[in-house]
């Protein structure tokens, strides 16, 4: 009978790599946690509208790339292509705006959006996510990118650029989108096929093309940053004050867009030049018309998304997976001792210790193979006479040497043995 294998675009991620994933997450908590982050966590699917009203339906994302269905109930339903719009109508939904001035929150889980598979993008793909809701000031568009570059920075990353762009308000996209389309039209036929039919419909994203004739045409575009009012362009350069108070250095780029329709003023990404081609690894802006737009008061907000599948290619590359060992391992023989070896292991375990426990009930020799195999420092040993007098033998796995202890005298001097 033939086997069935996962869907295309997803994958277990096995025992192998998962210390890489639990040692972003314990960063992330750990330097988000310090400041005043708390962890939401939205549903994974949601009501298609959503999307459609908050990511926009002009986008590639809500065009081409969910995955919406109907269910029993003839609801449009959709698995979430994103983090932010969930945590902006839970936002809405609950009030949070009423119970403090600002919300700090962050979140991570499962994405899905139909796109072609390859190394760092799956269908089914992951993020850790940060929003900022209820300041409009410059400060905290640099507070979020700090945090973004910390985290990066204290997983062993380098190599690290900053882009950073402004896409100012409704009304000055509205007069740099017209001045794009302008000088887009004679191009018409040369854009790429994706292009062409963005032109209409969402202009702004020609300058993310990767097709590389779009891309030679586009460098001559119109820049973003010439159509910038007085206020949009004075917030801008408070940010870019901002992140050189801070020493993070940074590269404009008028062409950084990103591909949603809720983004405004300050738009970012943090790029790896080791990963190739897929070189963002975190992308964020101010979507300050959002909240708005999904039936709540108005509110400025900023936020960033880290791709973790990305992220963890790049930490192999530079660094061997964290060590899982356990700091004993316990091997016994005999049905008292087995018995004996089971509470001992749970005691231990119990006092915040890794121990890893042999069930195989084979021979002393076999079980001492694998003990030697586990990583661990020392295994314990309880046979038939050990679990008469209540004691246990200590053998160091490198120097071979042993030691015999009274159960209880290991319980309260264990902590001693582990290096």
């Known amino acids: 009978m033939e086997f069935i294998q996962a869907?295309?675009?997803?994958?277990?991620?096995?025992?192998?790599?998962?210390?890489?994933?639990?040692?972003?997450?314990?960063?992330?908590?750990?330097?988000?946690?310090?400041?005043?982050?708390?962890?939401?966590?939205?549903?994974?699917?949601?009501?298609?509208?959503?999307?459609?009203?908050?990511?926009?339906?002009?986008?590639?994302?809500?065009?081409?790339?969910?995955?919406?269905?109907?269910?029993?109930?003839?609801?449009?339903?959709t698995l979430r292509p994103e983090g932010t719009a969930g945590v902006a109508r839970a936002y809405i939904e609950h009030g949070l705006d009423k119970i403090g001035g600002i919300q700090r929150l962050w979140y991570k889980g499962a994405m899905f959006r139909y796109e072609r598979p390859q190394a760092g993008r799956q269908r089914q793909f992951h993020q850790i996510g940060l929003e900022l809701l209820g300041s409009p000031h410059p400060r905290a568009d640099v507070e979020v990118i700090a945090l973004a570059t910390d985290i990066l920075k204290s997983l062993g990353l380098k190599n690290l650029t900053l882009f950073l762009n402004s896409i100012g308000n409704k009304t000055d996209r509205e007069r740099y989108r017209e001045a794009l389309v302008s000088y887009l039209l004679p191009y018409q036929a040369s854009l790429d096929a994706d292009s062409q039919a963005r032109l209409t419909r969402n202009p702004l994203r020609i300058l993310d093309s990767k097709d590389p004739n779009t891309q030679k045409i586009a460098q001559s575009a119109p820049s973003i940053l010439d159509y910038l009012s007085k206020e949009s362009l004075e917030h801008f350069e408070q940010v870019q004050m901002l992140l050189n108070d801070l020493e993070i250095p940074y590269q404009l780029n008028p062409s950084l867009v990103r591909g949603l329709d809720y983004y405004t003023h300050t738009a970012f990404e943090i790029q790896s030049a080791d990963l190739g081609a897929q070189a963002t690894v975190c992308g964020g802006g101010r979507y300050d018309g959002l909240v708005k737009e999904l039936g709540g008061v108005e509110t400025p907000a900023i936020g960033w998304a880290i791709g973790l599948e990305r992220l963890i290619l790049l930490l192999k590359e530079l660094n061997p997976p964290p060590e899982f060992k356990p700091d004993f391992y316990v091997v016994s023989k005999?049905?008292?001792?087995?018995r004996e070896a089971l509470v001992l292991t749970q005691r231990l375990r119990a006092n915040n210790f890794r121990v890893e426990l042999d069930l195989s009930a084979s021979a002393f020799s076999k079980q001492l193979k694998r003990a030697e195999r586990s990583g661990a420092s020392i295994c314990l040993i309880l046979g038939g006479a050990e679990a008469e007098s209540q004691t246990v033998k200590l053998k160091w796995l490198t120097s071979q040497q042993q030691e015999t202890l009274a159960i209880h005298d290991l319980l309260n001097t264990a902590q001693k043995y582990i290096i």
């Open 7 to 77: 869907l295309r675009g997803t994958r277990d991620i096995l025992p192998a790599e998962i210390g890489y994933w639990q040692q972003v997450e314990e960063k992330v908590k750990d330097i988000l946690g310090r400041a005043m982050y708390q962890e939401i966590r939205p549903p994974l699917m949601e009501q298609t509208d959503l999307f459609e009203r908050g990511i926009g339906e002009a986008t590639d994302v809500v065009g081409k790339e969910m995955y919406t269905f109907r269910d029993r109930g003839e609801r449009s339903i």
């Open 334 to 338: 005999g049905e008292k001792a087995e």
